[in-house]
């Protein structure tokens, strides 16, 4: 067991080197069959590259689940204004720690994937946008740049193919919201980082009103094994509808928390119960947040056939989102759970929209009142009522992130608010 802990269901691909300082050098990423794939790629050309990642199937790993190759396929085939490729490295729904480990420990692979990324869509500049407090990450990945420049790997001309790519790191300020992509382009144009109205999308007008592709760290870094191996190959894990692995962030009340690579659709059970090692001592599963903290909770019962697959978790009743899965156990106190979320968000909006501002200050209002148990049976309908119009209404969704956990824990676990309104106590175990 190495990386502070494996298991051998993992189908290790991106993470295959997690734990191995040397790969995080140029020469021992080479050594381990790194940059391979950039002559590949440009031998293929452009269109063969798109398509190829299309036939993957790879969806795109921030939380929505976009086919990367389909929105490659988005940007302007014109060579007449310029292109910017953008990585999302903002990370920051709570519940996420995947994206910071692969800059960590396999800086290497996100360059690679970012370099054939840019050809194919012609862009020659490309930014990652860090989340303001990977400090450490990013010195890593900072220096594993300069390193692929000094091999020939980025800056013009790359391996003598005519082909140029620059990479510049950026830091963000440590803002959540910056992760949405327009409010990511606002901040890196040196703008408040605050979502933009789409249409336009980035493709058509993103960084600097040129054309744009965001996309997360995990999907870029799949990149260079679907050049190397192919999109069958790709296709071998995973399920026909999101095919490839995924990297699944446990946390909560499991005996072995971690970042697990399996195949998309693992059964959500054996992954609580297998890979993370079961549930900690003499404790029950109340619930899970399958895919960070934006997404509804599922009760144990919605747990127990729940397959970790995009439409997988949307059949058992909730989304996939970024796989963040936060395990909770029958001592969680819902109430202060949800609460905590809200208010975490109720922060980060960025208050361009009325329902997003003054609903989620509402809400977290309203949901401190009943954990303090000044809180009426009244209380559960106004939040109902509050966080459905927080749906669908605004610039971006960090709105509905709000009503997802508030809806669904009523929903699901209405007896847990009620008690705490009746007596002001906890409900369940200590
Ligand atoms: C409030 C909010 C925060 C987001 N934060 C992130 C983030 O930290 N990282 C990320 O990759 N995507 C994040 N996204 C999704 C991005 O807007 C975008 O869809 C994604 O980066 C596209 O990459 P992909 O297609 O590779 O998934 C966020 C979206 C919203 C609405
Ligand atoms: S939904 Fe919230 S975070 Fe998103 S743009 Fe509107 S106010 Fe800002």
């Given amino acids: 067991m ?22 995080r050098t140029v020469e021992g990423w080479k050594a381990r069959g790194g940059y391979q794939t950039l002559s590949m790629a440009f031998e293929m050309g452009r269109n063969a590259i798109i398509d190829e990642v299309k036939a993957s199937g790879l969806r795109g790993r921030g939380g929505a689940g976009f086919p990367a190759g389909v929105k490659w396929s988005f940007m302007p085939q014109d060579g007449g204004r310029p292109h910017y490729l953008l990585c999302n490295a903002d990370e920051s729904e709570p519940g996420t720690f995947k994206d910071r480990e692969l800059l960590r420990w396999a800086p290497h692979q996100v360059i ?29 990945l900072a220096r594993a740049i300069e390193e692929a420049y000094e091999a020939g790997y980025l800056g013009k001309d790359i391996l003598g193919s005519g082909v140029n790519v620059d990479i510049t790191v950026h830091c963000g300020g440590g803002a959540y919201i910056c992760g949405e992509e327009t409010a990511l382009m606002n901040s890196l144009e040196g703008r408040r980082g605050t979502p933009r109205i789409k249409p336009p999308f980035p493709a058509q007008a993103g960084y600097m009103g040129m054309p744009s592709t965001v996309n997360n760290v995990e999907t870029l870094s799949s990149i260079p094994f679907i050049i190397q191996e192919g999109a069958d190959a790709y296709r071998a894990n995973g399920t026909a509808e999101s095919p490839g692995t995924k990297l699944f962030c446990v946390s909560g009340h499991v005996r072995r928390p971690g970042n697990y690579e399996l195949p998309l659709g693992f059964p959500l059970m ?8 079961g549930m900690k001592e003499g404790r029950t599963l109340k619930g899970v947040i399958p895919g960070g ?4 909770i599922l009760n144990a019962e919605e747990c ?3 397959e970790m697959s995009f439409e997988g978790v949307i059949a058992a009743g909730s989304q996939l989102g970024c796989a963040a899965v936060i395990v909770m156990d029958d001592s969680t106190d819902i109430v202060k759970e949800v609460r905590r979320m809200v208010g975490f968000y109720a922060h980060e909006s960025c208050g361009q929209c009325t329902p997003c501002r003054e609903g989620s200050a509402w809400a977290e209002k309203i949901l401190r009142r009943i954990e303090e148990g000044r809180g009426t049976e009244e209380d559960l309908d106004t939040l109902m009522e509050v966080t459905s119009q927080m749906e669908g209404t605004t610039i971006c969704v960090l709105s509905d992130s709000v009503a997802a956990p508030v809806q669904s824990s009523i929903n699901k676990f209405r007896e847990e608010y009620l008690s705490r309104i009746r007596t002001g106590e906890k409900a369940g175990v200590a």
């Fill in 2 to 23: 190495a990386y502070p802990y494996t298991h051998e269901k993992e189908v290790r691909i991106l993470s295959k080197h997690f734990g191995e300082p040397e790969a």
């Fill in 112 to 140: 690679e994937g970012m370099i054939i990324a840019a050809y194919a869509i012609r862009a020659e500049q490309a930014y990652v946008y860090c989340r303001g407090e990977f400090f450490e990450t990013t010195q890593i």
């Fill in 270 to 277: 054996e992954l609580i119960d297998d890979v993370c090692g």
């Fill in 293 to 296: 903290s934006s997404v509804p």
């Fill in 304 to 306: 127990a056939n729940c």
